[in-house]
């Protein structure tokens, strides 16, 4: 039997079946070969125990991708969730996330949630402010339930990994996207015994039978590791079409004279608050890189 490993505790893997959850557990050549299951991946198991659903897992199924944080495989985009308001985003924090994605070669939908506490002309600039940015903008509300249907035909189809800082209502929205989650959840609860949900593990969760979800800890922080200060204007793709127009090759958009992307911001052609970040992070990467 085929199925997909929606959560992983305590060496205990659940895996979704098209006969329910089955709980099991990875076979010892995986240890031996210092292989271990990852939520996402595609695995065959062999029943042990039909009455209870449990199994062991005998196979892993070729993965297209392996992501280190959150771990995971076989992903393939990035929902990032932010608040318009309550709290108020940090863009700052937005930017990195979308990096950090880009680094896992994952393509990035932006929802901002909350959109009820902002007026038109406030989604209009956060969605002129990351037009350039090459995602999808979209608005939602999980408090009031416009913006779901949205946001589900995107995901249609693909396993998603959702990421976000914590209060901006990300588990509304996967309760909005999947009411099945708290029943999932509660299914692996009795399980294993432990008390109620909360986000401390990966875990995915279906939509439909090839629409999972991950949702994720909330993160505050992320550091910008193994990177040169010069490759971080690459993660800006909005100025690609104006370094034609600085003097200097290499130019990194700081301090040169005749820039095509600081003429282009004074403009209005490249989102200030997009290139205030990238001056906040091209200092931060340059001074870490300096000790």
């Known amino acids: 039997m085929r199925g997909k490993i929606i959560k992983g505790i305590a060496g205990f893997y659940y895996v979704y079946t098209e006969s329910g ?27 042990t125990d039909e009455a209870a659903l449990k199994g062991n897992i005998i196979h892993i199924l070729p993965r297209h991708n392996a992501l280190i944080r959150p771990a995971s495989a076989n992903i393939d985009q990035a929902l990032v969730i932010f608040a318009v308001a309550g709290p108020a985003p940090n863009f700052n924090l937005l930017d990195r996330f979308l990096i950090a994605m880009e680094r896992q070669n994952l393509p990035v939908i932006i929802c901002f949630n909350k959109a009820e506490l902002a007026g038109g002309g406030e989604r209009e600039q956060l969605a002129k402010d990351y037009e350039g940015s090459g995602c999808r903008v979209l608005f939602a509300s999980g408090k009031e339930g416009w913006g779901i249907s949205g946001i589900r035909d995107c995901l249609s189809g693909k396993t ?17 996207l999947a009411p099945c989650a708290r029943m999932e959840t509660g ?61 200097f090759g290499g130019c990194v958009h700081i301090n040169e004279p005749d820039c095509g992307v600081k003429e282009a911001l004074l403009s209005g052609q490249i989102s200030q608050v997009r290139y205030d970040n990238y001056r906040l992070l091209f200092e931060e990467v340059r001074s870490r890189k300096r000790y």
């Open 187 to 247: 299914e692996i609860s009795r399980k294993t015994q432990r008390g109620k949900h909360t986000t401390r593990h990966a875990e995915l969760f279906a939509l439909s039978a090839d629409t999972f979800i991950m949702d994720t800890p909330g993160f505050t922080a992320l550091e910008l590791l193994a990177m040169e200060k010069e490759e971080l204007k690459g993660y800006y793709p909005e100025f690609g079409k104006y370094e034609e127009n600085c003097r």
């Open 21 to 47: 959850l089955v709980e099991c557990k990875a076979k010892g050549i995986f240890r031996k070969d210092n292989v271990k299951p990852l939520v996402g991946d595609d695995v065959e198991i062999q029943i």
């Open 160 to 176: 998603t990994v959702l990421a976000g800082p914590s209060g901006v209502g990300k588990s509304t929205i996967v309760n909005s």
